[in-house]
């Protein structure tokens, strides 16, 4: 089981799904388990970047459009009956409500019912549509009938809506489904194109070229952002640094972290990063020596710092190296200090990527015989997900449980 799980278990975060990421190697396996990671991690220390079931779930007493759509609940009743409905009442619907409530239903995962509502703002003339508006249509039809039916769309719209955004929305869709081939022909055109584009075409590019092992290319496509004067945001410098860590090159790694922070838009969360990053290359020397104890790989880092706890244990899951995140977990249970969500959601992230399901459910059960009171409702809804997403029926069941037992159940609305 454990060997199946370490290829099962690499879900992309920002994408809100699952991707199934080859191991082609042991230095791109690394990268994918410390990509996923770091990116959870960073995202649980985020509020309100997801609904709650409190958000979701609207009280039967509220009475306006959203609320009627949200009490649907089942995919296969109409959102557009519902709509009409609404308008035979006499009230008005303002392209600004059907965006909000469109991406209300898409943070849920309801596409179907968010694509509904695409289709009636297409459908009626009376709304003028952005580009930003045709590339969730994008999104939403690959989510809802399948990348072919996304493809014939985009290409069968007025050169007036081929916008970059549309281009970027087509070309994350051929990057998660991973169709190189389709995501190159789609990118020189978009070179070729008289248009502007930011940094996040450029990044769909590294990330396609990242998760398929072709971690060569990453390079090539940052010269082309900078030919076209593209300034690079905090994922680019990450998968630039990453494509390199991934072959050890360390000095390049050094040198991308010396330009990241002289660029002009570094920021408080930029110098975080390259210090993370730093300890990243100094540990990962340290781990790859035979040092004996805990001590020698966390010198000079105190068991007061958590998050560069939570950091070693991702840095450890990358690595492959289980022992020492045993090590880790065991020094921090034995401390004063009081154990939070986030440390409880790292570790359990850690031991699933890894594939070891035993200790997932010592780790819940420990939860469970704890103390604490401190719960990030958002994230443990979405590593709740995450269990069920990909089966694990009886862990989630368990972590509900344990969520339920803490009044932190995102079933019942809870906080």
Known sequence: ???????????????GGFNIVPENSQSLSLFNRTSYLSRFLCSITLKGDSLTSS???DDDD??????????????KRSVTNVIHRWLSEGNQISISDLRHIS?????????????????????????????????????????????????????????????????TALLHSYAGAKLTEKAEELYERIKKSNLSFNALTYNEMMTLYM???????????????KRQKVAPDIFTYNLWISSYAATLNIDEVRRIMEEMSRDPGSNEDWMRYINLTNIYI????????????????????????????????ILYAGLGNKDKIDQIWKSLRMTKQKMTSRNYICILSSYLILGHLKEVGEVIDQWKQSTTTDFDVSSCSRLLYAFANVGLTEIAHNFHLLLFQKNSDPTSGSK
Not at 62 to 74: C, G, K, M
Not at 110 to 135: N, P, Q, T
Request: hydrophobic share 35%; glycine share 4%.
């Open 55 to 57: 958000q979701v779930n």
């Open 1 to 15: 089981m454990a060997s199946r799980s370490r290829s099962i278990f690499l879900p992309l975060i920002r994408n």
């Open 103 to 167: 991406k209300d239903l898409r943070k849920s995962h309801r596409y179907k019912h968010a694509l509904e509502i695409s289709e009636w703002m297409v459908s009626h003339e009376e709304y003028e549509l952005s580009g930003s508006d045709y590339a969730v249509r994008i999104d939403l039809m690959t989510k809802v009938f399948g990348l072919d039916s996304a493809e014939r769309y985009f290409e069968g719209l007025p050169p007036s809506a081929k916008t970059s955004e549309t281009y």
């Open 62 to 75: 509220d009475d306006d459009l959203r609320s009627r759509i949200f009490r649907l609940r089942l995919a």
């Open 282 to 313: 100094t540990t990962g020397h340290l781990v790859n020596t035979e040092s004996n104890t805990l001590v020698e790989a966390e010198k000079g880092i105190t068991q007061r710092e958590w998050i560069t706890y939570d950091f070693l244990i």
């Open 211 to 225: 998760s398929v092992g072709h971690v060569e290319k990453v390079s090539l496509v940052v010269e082309e952002l």
